[in-house]
Protein backbone atom coordinates (compact mmCIF):
# COMPACT_ATOMS: atom_id res chain seq x y z
CA UNK A 1 0.00 0.00 0.00
CA UNK A 2 3.13 2.24 1.21
CA UNK A 3 4.31 1.64 -2.31
CA UNK A 4 1.68 2.44 -4.54
CA UNK A 5 1.05 5.55 -2.68
CA UNK A 6 4.48 6.25 -3.47
CA UNK A 7 4.04 5.78 -6.64
CA UNK A 8 0.60 7.86 -7.04
CA UNK A 9 2.74 11.02 -5.43
CA UNK A 10 5.88 10.60 -7.76
CA UNK A 11 3.22 9.99 -11.05
CA UNK A 12 1.37 13.42 -9.80
CA UNK A 13 4.56 15.27 -9.04
CA UNK A 14 6.21 14.45 -12.02
CA UNK A 15 2.91 15.63 -14.33
CA UNK A 16 3.04 19.01 -11.87
CA UNK A 17 6.52 19.48 -12.98
CA UNK A 18 6.09 19.38 -16.74
CA UNK A 19 5.24 22.54 -18.57
CA UNK A 20 1.86 22.38 -20.60
CA UNK A 21 3.57 21.79 -23.70
CA UNK A 22 5.29 18.58 -22.57
CA UNK A 23 2.15 17.03 -21.01
CA UNK A 24 0.66 17.81 -24.40
CA UNK A 25 3.03 15.93 -26.53
CA UNK A 26 2.95 13.06 -23.68
CA UNK A 27 -0.24 12.53 -24.25
CA UNK A 28 -0.10 12.93 -28.05
CA UNK A 29 0.34 8.63 -28.37
CA UNK A 30 -3.29 8.60 -26.74
CA UNK A 31 -4.55 11.52 -29.04
CA UNK A 32 -3.72 9.64 -32.08
CA UNK A 33 -5.30 6.67 -30.96
CA UNK A 34 -8.74 8.06 -29.83
CA UNK A 35 -8.64 9.57 -33.54
CA UNK A 36 -7.61 6.61 -35.29
CA UNK A 37 -10.88 4.38 -33.24
CA UNK A 38 -13.49 7.44 -34.55
CA UNK A 39 -12.45 7.22 -37.93
CA UNK A 40 -12.61 3.83 -38.24
CA UNK A 41 -16.10 3.72 -36.44
CA UNK A 42 -17.14 6.56 -38.28
CA UNK A 43 -16.30 4.99 -41.52
CA UNK A 44 -14.34 8.05 -42.61
CA UNK A 45 -12.58 7.44 -45.56
CA UNK A 46 -9.84 10.23 -45.15
CA UNK A 47 -9.17 12.41 -41.69
CA UNK A 48 -6.88 15.52 -40.56
CA UNK A 49 -6.60 16.70 -37.25
CA UNK A 50 -4.26 18.74 -35.37
CA UNK A 51 -3.63 20.69 -31.91
CA UNK A 52 -3.00 24.53 -31.82
CA UNK A 53 -0.77 25.66 -28.74
CA UNK A 54 0.82 28.86 -27.74
CA UNK A 55 -0.12 30.44 -31.18
CA UNK A 56 1.24 27.16 -33.84
CA UNK A 57 -0.17 24.06 -34.73
CA UNK A 58 2.02 21.59 -32.53
CA UNK A 59 0.96 18.60 -33.87
CA UNK A 60 -0.91 17.22 -36.61
CA UNK A 61 -2.02 13.76 -38.62
CA UNK A 62 -3.65 12.35 -41.45
CA UNK A 63 -5.70 9.77 -41.84
CA UNK A 64 -6.64 7.69 -45.21
CA UNK A 65 -7.80 9.40 -48.56
CA UNK A 66 -9.13 12.46 -49.53
CA UNK A 67 -9.82 10.92 -52.91
CA UNK A 68 -10.94 7.40 -53.06
CA UNK A 69 -11.12 7.22 -56.97
CA UNK A 70 -7.68 8.67 -57.35
CA UNK A 71 -5.35 7.50 -54.21
CA UNK A 72 -5.18 10.42 -53.08
CA UNK A 73 -3.97 10.72 -49.17
CA UNK A 74 -5.56 12.79 -46.78
CA UNK A 75 -2.88 15.26 -45.79
CA UNK A 76 -2.86 18.83 -43.60
CA UNK A 77 -2.32 20.61 -47.13
CA UNK A 78 -5.48 19.13 -48.84
CA UNK A 79 -8.32 21.12 -49.06
CA UNK A 80 -12.11 20.12 -47.27
CA UNK A 81 -15.14 21.33 -47.50
CA UNK A 82 -15.52 23.05 -43.74
CA UNK A 83 -19.59 24.07 -43.94
CA UNK A 84 -20.53 26.07 -41.12
CA UNK A 85 -17.42 26.18 -39.63
CA UNK A 86 -17.35 29.46 -42.47
CA UNK A 87 -19.81 31.12 -40.17
CA UNK A 88 -17.46 33.02 -37.88
CA UNK A 89 -15.66 34.52 -40.89
CA UNK A 90 -18.74 36.22 -41.87
CA UNK A 91 -19.32 37.52 -38.59
CA UNK A 92 -15.46 38.66 -38.21
CA UNK A 93 -16.02 40.64 -41.18
CA UNK A 94 -19.18 42.02 -39.72
CA UNK A 95 -17.09 43.11 -36.76
CA UNK A 96 -14.86 44.55 -38.91
CA UNK A 97 -17.25 47.28 -40.62
CA UNK A 98 -19.05 47.84 -37.90
CA UNK A 99 -15.10 49.17 -35.75
CA UNK A 100 -14.65 51.16 -38.81
CA UNK A 101 -17.98 52.49 -38.45
CA UNK A 102 -19.50 51.61 -41.48
CA UNK A 103 -22.44 49.63 -39.60
CA UNK A 104 -23.83 48.75 -36.03
CA UNK A 105 -24.70 45.70 -34.81
CA UNK A 106 -27.77 46.92 -33.17
CA UNK A 107 -29.12 48.75 -36.42
CA UNK A 108 -32.01 47.09 -38.54
CA UNK A 109 -30.90 44.47 -40.91
CA UNK A 110 -33.37 46.18 -43.88
CA UNK A 111 -31.22 49.06 -43.65
CA UNK A 112 -28.95 46.99 -45.79
CA UNK A 113 -30.97 44.51 -47.20
CA UNK A 114 -33.64 46.66 -48.50
CA UNK A 115 -35.51 43.36 -49.42
CA UNK A 116 -36.33 42.80 -45.96
CA UNK A 117 -38.51 45.67 -45.81
CA UNK A 118 -41.50 43.74 -47.34
CA UNK A 119 -41.26 41.00 -44.61
CA UNK A 120 -44.37 40.41 -42.45
CA UNK A 121 -43.65 39.84 -38.92
CA UNK A 122 -44.98 36.52 -36.91
CA UNK A 123 -46.98 39.26 -34.29
CA UNK A 124 -47.76 43.32 -34.85
CA UNK A 125 -45.57 43.61 -31.69
CA UNK A 126 -42.62 41.95 -32.93
CA UNK A 127 -39.30 44.31 -32.93
CA UNK A 128 -37.27 44.47 -36.38
CA UNK A 129 -34.56 42.16 -37.01
CA UNK A 130 -31.50 43.50 -35.95
CA UNK A 131 -27.87 42.11 -37.53
CA UNK A 132 -26.82 41.29 -33.84
CA UNK A 133 -29.76 38.82 -34.29
CA UNK A 134 -28.47 37.25 -37.29
CA UNK A 135 -25.25 36.66 -35.81
CA UNK A 136 -26.37 35.10 -32.71
CA UNK A 137 -29.44 32.94 -34.39
CA UNK A 138 -31.90 35.19 -33.05
CA UNK A 139 -34.05 36.56 -35.63
CA UNK A 140 -36.79 34.09 -35.44
CA UNK A 141 -35.87 32.32 -38.29
CA UNK A 142 -36.41 28.42 -38.43
CA UNK A 143 -34.20 25.75 -38.05
CA UNK A 144 -32.88 25.04 -41.72
CA UNK A 145 -30.95 21.85 -42.04
CA UNK A 146 -30.51 20.39 -43.98
CA UNK A 147 -32.68 22.81 -46.62
CA UNK A 148 -29.93 25.83 -46.20
CA UNK A 149 -27.47 22.75 -47.22
CA UNK A 150 -28.91 22.96 -50.60
CA UNK A 151 -29.06 26.62 -51.13
CA UNK A 152 -25.08 27.11 -51.13
CA UNK A 153 -24.81 27.93 -54.74
CA UNK A 154 -28.15 30.16 -55.28
CA UNK A 155 -27.49 33.59 -57.17
CA UNK A 156 -27.48 37.09 -54.82
CA UNK A 157 -30.66 37.58 -57.39
CA UNK A 158 -32.46 34.26 -56.13
CA UNK A 159 -31.79 34.97 -52.48
CA UNK A 160 -32.96 38.43 -52.89
CA UNK A 161 -36.09 37.23 -54.35
CA UNK A 162 -36.34 34.48 -51.73
CA UNK A 163 -36.20 37.03 -48.97
CA UNK A 164 -38.87 39.64 -51.12
CA UNK A 165 -41.28 37.39 -51.53
CA UNK A 166 -41.46 36.43 -47.72
CA UNK A 167 -40.30 34.56 -44.78
CA UNK A 168 -41.80 32.31 -42.66
CA UNK A 169 -40.71 33.08 -38.98
CA UNK A 170 -41.04 29.89 -36.19
CA UNK A 171 -40.65 32.88 -33.78
CA UNK A 172 -40.36 36.50 -33.13
CA UNK A 173 -36.78 37.99 -32.98
CA UNK A 174 -34.57 38.57 -29.86
CA UNK A 175 -36.74 35.77 -27.92
CA UNK A 176 -35.02 32.31 -28.06
CA UNK A 177 -32.42 30.34 -30.20
CA UNK A 178 -32.81 28.60 -33.25
CA UNK A 179 -30.24 28.05 -35.83
CA UNK A 180 -30.30 29.74 -39.19
CA UNK A 181 -28.54 29.30 -42.23
CA UNK A 182 -30.53 31.94 -44.01
CA UNK A 183 -29.68 34.34 -41.34
CA UNK A 184 -25.94 33.97 -42.09
CA UNK A 185 -26.32 34.14 -45.74
CA UNK A 186 -28.35 37.79 -44.92
CA UNK A 187 -24.72 38.54 -43.33
CA UNK A 188 -23.61 37.85 -46.49
CA UNK A 189 -25.71 40.36 -48.23
CA UNK A 190 -24.87 42.93 -45.57
CA UNK A 191 -20.97 42.83 -46.06
CA UNK A 192 -21.82 43.29 -49.76
CA UNK A 193 -23.82 46.37 -49.70
CA UNK A 194 -21.48 47.89 -47.13
CA UNK A 195 -18.50 46.62 -48.27
CA UNK A 196 -19.01 47.19 -52.18
CA UNK A 197 -17.78 43.83 -52.11
CA UNK A 198 -18.66 40.68 -52.79
CA UNK A 199 -18.34 38.72 -49.51
CA UNK A 200 -15.92 36.30 -50.77
CA UNK A 201 -13.50 38.78 -52.00
CA UNK A 202 -13.91 41.26 -49.01
CA UNK A 203 -13.25 38.53 -46.59
CA UNK A 204 -10.36 37.01 -49.28
CA UNK A 205 -8.76 40.30 -48.66
CA UNK A 206 -9.60 41.42 -45.11
CA UNK A 207 -9.04 37.72 -43.21
CA UNK A 208 -7.35 35.20 -45.28
CA UNK A 209 -4.93 37.56 -46.50
CA UNK A 210 -3.61 38.91 -43.57
CA UNK A 211 -3.18 35.61 -41.83
CA UNK A 212 -1.47 33.69 -44.87
CA UNK A 213 -4.51 31.71 -45.33
CA UNK A 214 -2.98 31.30 -48.85
CA UNK A 215 -4.65 27.90 -49.52
CA UNK A 216 -8.25 28.74 -48.90
CA UNK A 217 -11.28 28.94 -51.11
CA UNK A 218 -15.17 29.45 -51.69
CA UNK A 219 -15.53 27.86 -55.15
CA UNK A 220 -14.44 24.04 -55.19
CA UNK A 221 -13.31 23.71 -58.74
CA UNK A 222 -10.53 26.79 -57.96
CA UNK A 223 -8.96 24.32 -56.10
CA UNK A 224 -6.11 22.56 -57.64
CA UNK A 225 -7.60 18.81 -58.77
CA UNK A 226 -5.02 16.57 -56.59
CA UNK A 227 -5.68 19.28 -53.83
CA UNK A 228 -9.20 18.87 -53.66
CA UNK A 229 -10.91 16.55 -50.41
CA UNK A 230 -13.67 14.80 -51.94
CA UNK A 231 -17.05 13.87 -49.58
CA UNK A 232 -18.72 10.66 -49.87
CA UNK A 233 -21.96 9.38 -47.78
CA UNK A 234 -21.52 5.57 -46.42
CA UNK A 235 -24.53 3.69 -48.03
CA UNK A 236 -25.03 -0.36 -48.55
CA UNK A 237 -21.31 -0.72 -47.23
CA UNK A 238 -19.83 1.32 -49.20
CA UNK A 239 -18.82 4.93 -49.79
CA UNK A 240 -20.49 6.95 -52.42
CA UNK A 241 -19.25 10.15 -54.03
CA UNK A 242 -21.28 13.20 -53.15
CA UNK A 243 -21.74 16.14 -55.71
CA UNK A 244 -20.04 19.23 -54.48
CA UNK A 245 -22.56 22.29 -54.28
CA UNK A 246 -20.82 25.70 -55.86
CA UNK A 247 -20.23 28.90 -54.27
CA UNK A 248 -23.05 31.01 -54.32
CA UNK A 249 -25.17 33.75 -52.08
CA UNK A 250 -25.24 30.90 -49.03
CA UNK A 251 -22.01 30.36 -48.72
CA UNK A 252 -21.16 32.83 -45.97
CA UNK A 253 -22.95 30.11 -43.92
CA UNK A 254 -20.72 27.35 -44.54
CA UNK A 255 -19.04 27.73 -48.49
CA UNK A 256 -15.50 27.33 -47.54
CA UNK A 257 -12.83 24.92 -48.45
CA UNK A 258 -9.67 25.37 -46.27
CA UNK A 259 -6.61 23.32 -45.24
CA UNK A 260 -5.56 22.49 -41.59
CA UNK A 261 -2.40 24.16 -42.00
CA UNK A 262 -4.03 27.48 -43.00
CA UNK A 263 -7.05 27.01 -40.18
CA UNK A 264 -4.62 26.64 -37.72
CA UNK A 265 -3.77 30.41 -38.30
CA UNK A 266 -7.27 31.67 -37.61
CA UNK A 267 -7.45 29.19 -34.65
CA UNK A 268 -4.33 30.98 -33.11
CA UNK A 269 -5.83 34.03 -33.63
CA UNK A 270 -8.98 33.41 -31.87
CA UNK A 271 -6.64 32.26 -29.37
CA UNK A 272 -4.18 35.17 -29.31
CA UNK A 273 -7.32 37.55 -28.22
CA UNK A 274 -6.63 36.44 -24.45
CA UNK A 275 -5.04 37.31 -22.09
CA UNK A 276 -6.43 41.20 -22.40
CA UNK A 277 -3.50 43.13 -22.34
CA UNK A 278 -1.63 46.28 -23.24
CA UNK A 279 0.35 44.71 -26.70
CA UNK A 280 0.02 46.44 -29.79
CA UNK A 281 -2.58 45.12 -32.46
CA UNK A 282 -1.27 42.75 -34.74
CA UNK A 283 -4.20 40.87 -36.32
CA UNK A 284 -6.79 41.29 -38.48
CA UNK A 285 -9.25 42.03 -35.63
CA UNK A 286 -9.14 44.18 -32.89
CA UNK A 287 -8.73 41.64 -29.44
CA UNK A 288 -11.83 42.95 -27.59
CA UNK A 289 -13.65 42.57 -31.17
CA UNK A 290 -12.09 38.40 -30.73
CA UNK A 291 -13.47 38.41 -27.15
CA UNK A 292 -16.44 39.66 -28.28
CA UNK A 293 -17.35 36.98 -30.71
CA UNK A 294 -16.90 34.28 -28.22
CA UNK A 295 -19.00 35.42 -25.58
CA UNK A 296 -21.65 33.51 -25.11
CA UNK A 297 -24.49 36.16 -26.20
CA UNK A 298 -27.59 33.88 -26.76
CA UNK A 299 -28.34 30.73 -24.45
CA UNK A 300 -28.99 27.63 -26.82
CA UNK A 301 -29.18 25.07 -23.88
CA UNK A 302 -28.76 23.40 -20.30
CA UNK A 303 -28.60 20.17 -19.77
CA UNK A 304 -27.88 18.91 -15.86
CA UNK A 305 -27.03 15.55 -16.54
CA UNK A 306 -25.32 16.12 -20.16
CA UNK A 307 -23.20 12.87 -21.14
CA UNK A 308 -19.38 13.59 -21.81
CA UNK A 309 -17.69 11.59 -24.50
CA UNK A 310 -15.45 10.17 -22.01
CA UNK A 311 -18.60 9.05 -20.37
CA UNK A 312 -18.84 11.29 -17.20
CA UNK A 313 -22.54 12.45 -16.74
CA UNK A 314 -22.35 16.21 -15.32
CA UNK A 315 -24.07 19.84 -16.67
CA UNK A 316 -23.29 21.33 -19.78
CA UNK A 317 -24.21 24.91 -20.57
CA UNK A 318 -24.15 26.34 -24.35
CA UNK A 319 -24.71 29.05 -25.28
CA UNK A 320 -23.71 31.15 -29.11
CA UNK A 321 -21.52 34.11 -29.80
CA UNK A 322 -21.38 35.99 -33.27
CA UNK A 323 -20.57 32.45 -35.62
CA UNK A 324 -19.12 30.66 -32.88
CA UNK A 325 -20.48 28.33 -30.24
CA UNK A 326 -20.01 28.34 -26.33
CA UNK A 327 -19.38 25.87 -24.34
CA UNK A 328 -18.81 25.62 -20.44
CA UNK A 329 -18.62 22.24 -19.12
CA UNK A 330 -19.08 20.49 -15.03
CA UNK A 331 -15.74 21.60 -14.61
CA UNK A 332 -15.93 25.32 -15.08
CA UNK A 333 -14.20 25.22 -18.44
CA UNK A 334 -15.27 27.46 -21.38
CA UNK A 335 -14.46 26.66 -24.91
CA UNK A 336 -15.44 28.08 -27.79
CA UNK A 337 -15.88 26.67 -31.52
CA UNK A 338 -17.67 25.39 -34.48
CA UNK A 339 -19.10 22.26 -36.00
CA UNK A 340 -19.53 21.72 -39.88
CA UNK A 341 -21.36 19.60 -41.68
CA UNK A 342 -22.57 19.34 -44.91
CA UNK A 343 -23.48 16.47 -47.81
CA UNK A 344 -19.92 14.63 -47.92
CA UNK A 345 -18.22 16.61 -45.03
CA UNK A 346 -18.25 16.51 -41.36
CA UNK A 347 -15.45 18.85 -39.25
CA UNK A 348 -15.32 21.15 -36.03
CA UNK A 349 -13.09 23.42 -34.23
CA UNK A 350 -12.81 24.65 -30.59
CA UNK A 351 -10.46 26.26 -28.57
CA UNK A 352 -9.83 26.55 -24.81
CA UNK A 353 -8.75 30.06 -24.31
CA UNK A 354 -8.21 29.81 -21.00
CA UNK A 355 -4.82 26.67 -21.79
CA UNK A 356 -4.29 28.27 -25.27
CA UNK A 357 -5.43 25.46 -26.14
CA UNK A 358 -7.19 24.63 -29.73
CA UNK A 359 -7.84 21.06 -31.66
CA UNK A 360 -9.13 21.50 -35.46
CA UNK A 361 -10.59 17.84 -37.33
CA UNK A 362 -12.18 17.56 -41.04
CA UNK A 363 -13.49 14.55 -42.83
CA UNK A 364 -15.13 13.50 -45.85
CA UNK A 365 -17.66 11.56 -44.94
CA UNK A 366 -21.31 12.69 -44.29
CA UNK A 367 -21.98 14.94 -41.08
CA UNK A 368 -19.10 13.30 -39.78
CA UNK A 369 -18.97 13.11 -35.50
CA UNK A 370 -16.03 15.90 -35.73
CA UNK A 371 -17.53 17.32 -32.71
CA UNK A 372 -18.01 14.40 -30.38
CA UNK A 373 -14.03 13.41 -31.20
CA UNK A 374 -12.95 16.60 -30.80
CA UNK A 375 -14.77 17.20 -27.48
CA UNK A 376 -13.53 13.20 -26.41
CA UNK A 377 -9.71 14.26 -27.24
CA UNK A 378 -9.51 17.73 -24.94
CA UNK A 379 -11.63 16.96 -22.31
CA UNK A 380 -9.22 13.34 -22.16
CA UNK A 381 -6.24 15.37 -22.78
CA UNK A 382 -6.53 18.26 -19.83
CA UNK A 383 -7.68 15.71 -17.23
CA UNK A 384 -5.67 13.06 -17.81
CA UNK A 385 -2.58 15.06 -18.08
CA UNK A 386 -3.40 17.80 -15.17
CA UNK A 387 -3.10 20.30 -17.77
CA UNK A 388 -2.71 23.83 -16.08
CA UNK A 389 -5.18 27.09 -17.26
CA UNK A 390 -3.51 30.17 -17.52
CA UNK A 391 -3.68 32.45 -14.15
CA UNK A 392 -4.90 35.64 -14.14
CA UNK A 393 -2.29 38.02 -12.18
CA UNK A 394 -2.80 39.84 -9.64
CA UNK A 395 -3.48 43.86 -9.86
CA UNK A 396 -1.33 45.78 -7.64
CA UNK A 397 -4.14 47.59 -6.08
CA UNK A 398 -5.03 43.74 -4.95
CA UNK A 399 -1.92 42.69 -3.48
CA UNK A 400 -1.80 45.84 -1.70
CA UNK A 401 -5.10 46.11 -0.25
CA UNK A 402 -3.96 42.21 0.91
CA UNK A 403 -1.23 43.02 2.57
CA UNK A 404 -2.68 46.58 4.76
CA UNK A 405 -5.67 43.70 5.41
CA UNK A 406 -2.98 41.00 7.04
CA UNK A 407 -1.71 44.06 8.98
CA UNK A 408 -5.01 44.33 11.01
CA UNK A 409 -5.20 40.35 11.82
CA UNK A 410 -6.21 39.27 14.19
CA UNK A 411 -6.90 42.12 16.46
CA UNK A 412 -8.41 44.80 13.90
CA UNK A 413 -6.57 47.43 16.00
CA UNK A 414 -7.88 50.90 14.68
CA UNK A 415 -9.26 49.53 11.46
CA UNK A 416 -11.58 52.30 11.23
CA UNK A 417 -8.63 54.91 10.73
CA UNK A 418 -7.17 53.01 7.76
CA UNK A 419 -8.60 54.79 5.02
CA UNK A 420 -8.45 50.97 3.57
CA UNK A 421 -12.22 50.53 3.72
CA UNK A 422 -14.79 51.82 1.22
CA UNK A 423 -17.77 53.79 2.97
CA UNK A 424 -20.39 50.96 3.14
CA UNK A 425 -17.95 48.42 5.16
CA UNK A 426 -18.30 49.18 8.96
CA UNK A 427 -22.13 49.75 8.32
CA UNK A 428 -22.20 46.14 7.38
CA UNK A 429 -19.28 44.84 9.39
CA UNK A 430 -18.46 45.47 13.06
CA UNK A 431 -14.82 45.97 14.62
CA UNK A 432 -15.44 44.08 17.90
CA UNK A 433 -17.07 41.02 15.86
CA UNK A 434 -14.05 40.94 12.87
CA UNK A 435 -11.86 40.98 15.53
CA UNK A 436 -13.93 38.31 17.63
CA UNK A 437 -14.10 35.91 14.61
CA UNK A 438 -10.29 36.36 13.49
CA UNK A 439 -9.13 35.52 17.45
CA UNK A 440 -11.17 32.92 17.29
CA UNK A 441 -9.54 31.31 13.99
CA UNK A 442 -6.60 32.35 15.11
CA UNK A 443 -6.64 30.48 18.47
CA UNK A 444 -7.08 27.40 16.39
CA UNK A 445 -4.41 27.49 13.30
CA UNK A 446 -1.92 29.11 15.31
CA UNK A 447 0.92 31.83 14.68
CA UNK A 448 0.74 33.13 11.14
CA UNK A 449 3.72 30.88 9.70
CA UNK A 450 3.38 32.39 5.73
CA UNK A 451 1.19 34.22 3.80
CA UNK A 452 0.15 32.88 0.35
CA UNK A 453 0.13 35.11 -2.61
CA UNK A 454 -3.71 36.21 -3.55
CA UNK A 455 -5.48 34.37 -5.99
CA UNK A 456 -7.62 37.10 -8.01
CA UNK A 457 -10.98 36.41 -9.43
CA UNK A 458 -10.45 39.45 -11.29
CA UNK A 459 -9.01 42.77 -10.93
CA UNK A 460 -10.83 43.84 -7.89
CA UNK A 461 -11.57 40.08 -6.38
CA UNK A 462 -9.53 37.36 -4.76
CA UNK A 463 -8.70 35.05 -1.93
CA UNK A 464 -5.40 34.27 -0.29
CA UNK A 465 -4.36 31.73 1.96
CA UNK A 466 -3.00 32.11 5.98
CA UNK A 467 -0.67 29.45 6.60
CA UNK A 468 -0.42 29.09 10.94
CA UNK A 469 1.23 26.85 13.07
CA UNK A 470 -1.53 24.43 13.40
CA UNK A 471 -3.63 24.82 10.16
CA UNK A 472 -4.50 27.43 7.68
CA UNK A 473 -7.06 30.11 7.15
CA UNK A 474 -8.94 31.34 3.95
CA UNK A 475 -9.67 34.94 3.38
CA UNK A 476 -11.62 36.40 0.74
CA UNK A 477 -12.52 39.89 -0.16
CA UNK A 478 -13.65 42.54 -2.72
CA UNK A 479 -13.08 46.07 -3.81
CA UNK A 480 -15.28 48.73 -4.64
CA UNK A 481 -15.23 50.26 -8.06
CA UNK A 482 -14.21 53.94 -6.35
CA UNK A 483 -10.53 55.43 -7.10
CA UNK A 484 -8.52 54.20 -5.23
CA UNK A 485 -10.42 50.99 -4.86
CA UNK A 486 -11.24 50.15 -1.23
CA UNK A 487 -12.27 47.02 0.66
CA UNK A 488 -15.68 46.99 0.46
CA UNK A 489 -16.70 43.19 1.01
CA UNK A 490 -14.66 40.62 3.47
CA UNK A 491 -14.57 37.31 4.51
CA UNK A 492 -12.62 34.86 6.37
CA UNK A 493 -12.66 30.75 7.51
CA UNK A 494 -10.57 28.08 8.55
CA UNK A 495 -9.64 25.82 6.35
CA UNK A 496 -10.87 22.24 8.00
CA UNK A 497 -8.43 19.29 7.43
CA UNK A 498 -9.37 16.49 5.28
CA UNK A 499 -9.79 13.10 7.08
CA UNK A 500 -9.06 9.67 5.48
Same mark, same amino acid.
Given at each position: MKKLLFCLVAATFSLSAQTNEEKIHSFIP?? !??LFKQQANLSKMPGLVYGIVYNGRLIHSNALGLAQIENGVKADKMIDFRIASMSK???? *????????????? &? !? !??? @???IPELKSTKSLTKDAPVITIRHLLTHAAGFPEDNPWGDRQLGISDETFKAMIKKGITFSTNPGISYEYSNMGFAMLGLIIKNVSGQSYQSYIQEHIFKPLG *??????? %???????? &? @?? #???? $????????? *???DGAYGAMGGLITTLEDFS??????? +?????RDETEKGPLKRSSLREMQFPWNISG???? %??YPIGRIGSSFT?? =?????? $?????????? #??? #?? &?? =???????????YDLGIISFANVTYAPASFINLKVLD +??????? $????? &???? @??????????????????? @?? /?? #?????????? %??? /?????????????????? +??????? /???????????? /????AKVYFTLSPETPALIQEYHIQEIKKAHN
Open positions: TL !DSSFAS *MAILQLRDAGKLR &L !D !DPA @ANY *MNNTYWE %YSEVPANK &L @AY #GYRW $LDNKWVKQP *MEHKYTALHL +SAWPEFNPK %YTSY =GYGLSF $LQDDQGRRSV #GHS #GG &LP =GFGSNWRIYPD +SLISSTQ $LSPRK &LPAS @AILKQRQSELVRLLPEWKN @AT /ET #GIFAENFFLD %YFP /EKLAAEAKAIFGKIGAIR +SIQEIEP /ENNLRGTFRIDG /EKGS
